[in-house]
Nanobody, 125 residues
Framework: QLQVVESGGGLVQPGGSLRLSCVGTGFRLDYFSITWFRQAPGKEREGVQC????????YYTDSVRGRFAPHRDNAKNTVYLYMNRLKPEDTAVYYCAVRTGHACPLTQSFAMDYWGKGTLVTVSS
């Protein structure tokens, strides 16, 4: 069964850091672009960042520039989202999604082939 599973969410204080993981089962993630999305309580889902198969990064949310960074570990078939200097407004369920193709969409797109079920990140003191 082809799927992606997120993990690593939790409660963190403002200014803290977390690393989210997106693990692929049944297929190789390094052949595809991977996009991280998030959905805050009461808000619509939004794209955060995308990492292409070659490691290029496309940002969809300006508020995370300089704080969030995706990274691939192809040996572990995993894509990480490193989140630093977290803010309360980063509180959301974070999803990873797989899109057929090597490149990232230039603008936010929800046309993904596989979605994970999400992991909750709560930033609060």
């Amino acid at each position: 069964q082809l799927q992606v599973v997120e993990s690593g969410g939790g409660l963190v204080q403002p200014g803290g850091s977390l690393r989210l993981s997106c693990v692929g089962t049944g297929f190789r993630l390094d052949y595809f672009s991977i996009t991280w999305f998030r959905q805050a309580p009461g808000k619509e889902r939004e794209g955060v960042q995308c990492i292409s198969s070659s490691g290029g990064i496309t940002y969809y949310t300006d508020s995370v520039r300089g704080r969030f960074a995706p990274h691939r570990d192809n040996a572990k078939n995993t894509v990480y989202l490193y989140m630093n200097r977290l803010k309360p407004e980063d509180t959301a369920v974070y999803y990873c999604a797989v899109r057929t193709g090597h490149a990232c969409p230039l603008t936010q797109s929800f046309a993904m082939d596989y979605w994970g079920k999400g992991t909750l990140v709560t930033v609060s003191s």
